[in-house]
């Protein structure tokens, strides 16, 4: 039976503050390209893995009951990815088939039938978009937008992380129903994207911003109706004091938080009842039922160029870590996406 | 014309930081006992007045755009009362009736008749109670748990400020409904209240407990489904901890935060989206439709004894500032009523 190389992307140990790339470690060892006789698993070859702010979340050590999500130390990451199917024993899936969901930061996966797997039917898009914009990120800004926040037409909308995987297609989404639309980013070069790139109203570099309250004034002087976030902490503070009376706030992530062993305290809760201000978690596993509806709304504007995507392809994975490490910085420009193999 | 006197409580100037009741006058006027011609307005005696937290917030100076909420320094503070009309020129309201709604803290009040104010039909019960547990109160710890916090029968009920105007009815319609419920309180004697009278399942004094997440995990060991939140500030925080996945927060107030300058800052919020938690503002105006639905649940568990009501009752107008500053301090035992008269 064929042997093959295998590389990996393994997680050391339980991460403390900022993710290094030391935190990881590249590994190779062999696997054998062909599934144990009556099993139902799927046998995939990875060919681009997503890079997301929550898995730092999932390097902690888990406190409490046991967290079945919790990366284990000496254990490949898990992450979303696009893939294609080399065996399969599950019903569902046949060879050459194209899927994403769950896999694991390395080349060739042994996945339980039972893991979500979506079959990938449309390939006249980018197979990169199922990482980002037809995956997980998407449904996150749709779901997060129009279910969580219950958006309305001509409403003002504020995003976080306006330039990142999901921030962009928060305010486009935005924008395709009328909304005026400002965002917050960490870079000048973010900054321009937003309104040159993604057709943002308006846009700020909070780095630059003394005061993030002013600063939200001037882009609302009447106020916010949505907030959608995506970063906590100070930026969250702020915009408590901008938000419309029965404001919406959507919590997607608030990854200014991730890295820190303290959090940071935020002060004008007190907002939540002078405004009547609903501020909702959520994530993208609450709301697969709509996927179908997703794609129908989405690719058609992706094929007319009515919504764009930008992303920030890394090359290999051995070059995962520096690519994951990065998103906490804010290095990447886009989305970031991880290519393991071209095909 | 009869000329009566009018008692008033007057706002002295904008608060800072905690009330005191010199912050208040009383003062005495004289009122003309007669609308005048082709007046709409609703001519009051007022009965009881209700004291209530988010009284507290209209003492500020305002910010921003005019609030128009705010109390006036040199006017009488306004809240809810109970009241009989002595003269009407409005449709709605006769000679003789007993009404409820927003009044002003003195003697006789004149009222525009754009003014809502509830008929009271109901007379089998103390009058006192459309100030609490048939009034604004009432209706918020009603609408809170069942709208806002979407309660299902069984699920496992925290509320602070346990023993007070709406806390307390938030523990026994939760138990009414098949619910654990436990309450935190500022005293012994309140918190032997929460299970000798109000059936509470557990309660706990927050100024004995060294670790309020402790207290929590003791008393939730599998999580909290809906926190009844009154209070903010550290128990919101430790409540982060302990809610369970999907868990709903109706924030209904925050009373450890109204006299602080600088507000308390709250460090757990990535719970939030952790376990995709629902925190949301709201108040009674917002459910107002509801009125009539809750009396007809809760008349009949009144008269049956299913639902008791504490109140902590001040006799005369004279010692408004002082029963108001007392909600502050926690001196009140049950929902804090002013009696400006009894008939």
Redo the contacts between chains.
């Keep these: 039976m064929a042997q093959v190389r295998n590389k990996q992307v393994l997680l050391k140990d339980y991460v403390t503050g900022f993710p290094k790339e030391s935190d990881m470690n590249i590994v190779e060892s062999t696997i054998t390209l062909k599934l144990p006789q009556g099993s139902n698993d799927v046998l995939l070859k990875n060919l681009y893995l997503s890079c997301d702010p929550y898995m730092r ?1 999932l390097m902690n050590r888990p406190e409490g009951p046991p967290n079945s999500r919790a990366y284990t130390p000496g254990s490949p990451l898990i992450g979303y990815g696009v893939s294609k199917v080399l065996e399969s024993g599950h019903p569902d899936y046949k060879e050459g088939d194209l899927v994403w969901g769950f896999t694991k930061w390395e080349e060739y996966s042994l996945l339980p039938s039972a893991q979500i797997l979506f079959k990938i039917e449309h390939t006249d898009v980018p197979l990169t978009y199922y990482t980002g914009i037809l995956g997980m990120p998407g449904v996150t800004a749709y779901a997060g937008l129009f279910e969580v926040g219950s958006l309305q037409k001509g409403e003002n909308v504020f995003v976080s992380a306006a330039s990142g995987a999901v921030g962009q297609l928060v305010g486009q989404f935005a924008k395709l129903n009328g909304c005026y639309v400002v965002g917050s980013a960490g870079s000048k070069e973010k900054v321009d994207l937003l309104t040159n790139k993604f057709g943002f109203d308006g846009g700020f570099n909070y780095k630059e911003e003394p005061d993030l309250d002013a600063a939200l004034k001037r882009h609302f002087p009447e106020g916010i109706d949505v907030y959608f976030e995506n970063v ?1 902490g100070k930026t ?1 503070d702020a915009v408590l004091l901008n938000m419309r009376v029965r404001g919406r706030i959507p ?4 990854i200014s ?2 890295n820190l062993t ?22 993208f596993m ?1 709301f697969v039922h709509l996927y179908p509806k997703f794609l129908e709304f989405l690719l058609p504007n992706i094929r007319e160029g009515k919504v764009v995507y930008v992303e920030d392809i890394a090359e290999g994975l051995e070059n995962g870590p520096s690519a994951l490490v990065g998103l906490f910085s804010g290095r990447n420009v886009g989305k970031q996406v991880l290519v393991v193999s071209h095909e």
């Excluded at 919590?251 to 608030?254: A, K, L, P, R």
């Excluded at 009547?276 to 959520?282: D, H, K, T, V």
């Design positions: 979340n906590g969250l919590v997607c992530g608030m938080q991730y303290q959090h940071e305290g935020v002060t004008n809760l007190a907002q939540i009842i002078y405004k009547r201000i609903r501020l909702q978690g959520f994530n609450d």
